[in-house]
């Protein structure tokens, strides 16, 4: 076991549970496992807050649990963020100030991301992140890092990501009800694609699909750099909701029946089996065909599948032989989807856990918790930057490089990738 020098806590805010994890930090950077607390959760719809309460006490309950299993009291935590409110613009700006001093500096790099983030505020939203693809270069296009070089206009492509200031500033005050101060707020799908992606993987072209409870986060690499993003209002709960409705059965047994009945592949049920569902009002349970369980799930599917599609043709992507899919969140643990996936989009697809970066407690490495462990890395290398505001190209991630935080350093891909993700919770941004 390590002899800490720090510690950090991620809060993964979802629709069904609160996931909080501790990890100590040494002096090299590496990463250990102290504790951690699950909390159902019945605050949140399409990841967001609709019952303050209930969110405060579930959040409250898991950060005590994980204070119990760590043994150490929580002052502070990096807290991931999803929800139908979120939205995303690509957009270019052009940079007069940069270079004026005859070259571009570090500093003058490290400055974008803020730049740009102040750039693109509107009234009633919060800029989460600004995220820099690329560069142009006195009209030279695809310029992934333009510290050193000489201008006389500098150009630069960057991915906001803003969200409702009203469900930002809830979100905040819900974590701070539990006397926790929020260090810093990550989109959850940048924070699953930290704990799952390989550096090769965002190199080639990948687009991680995270379905979680009450939403499906995706987000686009592209050369290094992450190019589109998106939220769909479907996750499991919508799965367990389509049971619920048909059946008249109660919520529980249909979450139950999901995991343990359904699959998105009805075919390979055998025709005259049967389940028994309890039915709301009756003494008497339904027996149910579970093939036509398994068919109300696969239509399900279905539907999410094609705004999966939709998504990444909105997001220029069309030629799936050369690019990836990668699922993780606890909606991919359902039975065939892959599969499904493998025969109507592309083979070039696989289901992930949080994998790679340190050593993951046993119960936890299943895709449900990718989100909670991307939070934890990418909290690590914020508190670790001194100047941890704003976001790395050639990754726009901490963990750019396949994702030790043991380096001591902020990872830095080969294009140079030095500006930092923009932190609206850092000095006084909030």
């Not at 799908?189 to 072209?205: H, K």
């Not at 369980?293 to 909105?314: H, N, P, V, W």
Request: proline share 4%; hydrophobic share 35%; charged share 20%.
């Amino acid at each position: 076991m390590m002899q800490p020098s720090g510690i950090i806590t991620a809060i993964d805010v979802g629709t069904t549970k609160i996931f909080t994890l501790v990890a100590g930090v040494d002096d090299t950077g590496a990463l250990e496992a102290l504790g951690h607390g699950i909390v159902p959760c019945g605050g949140l719809s399409k990841g967001n807050i609709e019952d303050i309460v209930e969110t405060q006490r579930a959040i409250r309950e898991s950060v005590q649990e994980a204070q119990r299993q760590a043994g150490v009291q929580i002052k502070s935590a990096f807290v991931g963020i999803t929800g139908t409110h979120i939205s995303f613009e690509n957009r270019r700006d052009v940079l007069d100030w940069v270079g004026s001093h005859g070259v571009i500096t570090d500093r003058d790099i490290s400055r974008i991301p803020e730049t740009v983030a102040n750039a693109s505020k509107e009234l009633g939203r919060k800029v989460l992140h600004a995220l820099p693809i690329s560069y142009s270069l006195d009209g030279e296009e695809g310029i992934k890092d333009p510290m050193g070089m000489h201008s006389n206009r500098l150009e630069v492509e960057t991915h906001v990501v803003s969200g409702s200031s009203m469900a930002v500033d809830r979100l905040v005050r819900a974590v701070e009800s539990a006397g926790v101060k929020v260090d810093g707020v990550v989109l959850g799908s940048i924070a699953s694609s930290e704990s799952v992606l390989t550096p090769l993987e965002r190199a080639r072209g990948t687009a991680v699909i995270d379905i979680g409870g009450g939403t499906t986060d995706i987000i686009v690499y592209k050369g290094g750099t992450i190019a589109y993003s998106a939220v769909i209002p479907i996750g499991g709960y919508q799965f367990t909701n389509d049971i619920c409705m048909t059946y008249n059965t109660t919520f529980e047994a249909a979450e139950e029946a999901k995991i343990t009945q359904c699959s998105t592949e009805p075919d390979t049920v055998r025709p005259h089996e049967e389940i028994t569902l309890p039915v709301q009002g009756r003494a008497a349970g339904l027996k149910v065909p579970r093939r036509d369980l398994c068919q109300l799930t696969r239509e399900r599917a279905m539907e999410l599948m094609r705004l999966i599609m939709i998504t990444l043709k909105d997001a220029d992507v069309t030629d799936f032989d050369n690019f990836r899919l990668v699922l993780t969140g606890g909606g991919s643990n359902m039975d065939g989807l892959e599969d499904m996936i493998k025969r109507t989009l592309t083979s070039n697809v696989r289901t992930a856990a949080p994998s790679g970066f340190m050593e993951i407690p046993l119960g936890l490495q299943q895709p449900e918790y990718a989100t909670g462990f991307g939070i934890l890395l990418w909290g690590a290398t914020q508190s670790r930057t001194a100047t941890a505001t704003y976001s790395p190209i050639n990754g726009n991630g901490p963990g750019n490089g396949r994702r030790s935080v043991a380096e001591g350093k902020v990872p830095v891909s080969a294009g140079g990738g030095r500006s930092r993700f923009f932190n609206p919770f850092r000095r006084g941004g909030r």
